[in-house]
């Protein structure tokens, strides 16, 4: 029973990170997004692939948790691309701001 909660777990959160990658993709914006955040989630995925290998528990449930890892990073990495084309757009803005 405790292998299948875990999945269902994994399971929801594998439906939700793709859909957050989506819309990083297509939204383009860290907005609404916290890199603290993402990180938490990463370094609790990482720690629940540890406590696989270390209790030795290496079964397709751990298939599940690389996955969402691998997800997560990469909405990690479009967090920080993401972040890099609001500073190039916003400088016009800062500087009208500055002279008013």
Known sequence: MKEIC???MLLCFGIS????VYKSIVSKSTQGK???F???IIIGYLAGILGKIV????????ILYCFNLAVVS???I???RNKAGE???????TAKKQTA
């Open 55 to 62: 209790s030795g528990q290496i079964n397709y449930v751990l």
């Open 38 to 40: 993402i990180a938490a």
């Open 17 to 20: 990170w793709p859909i957050s």
């Open 87 to 93: 500073k190039k757009s916003t400088p016009a803005v």
């Open 34 to 36: 916290s890199v603290v």
């Open 78 to 80: 479009l967090y920080f």
């Open 6 to 8: 875990e999945i269902i």
């Open 74 to 76: 990469l909405d990690l």
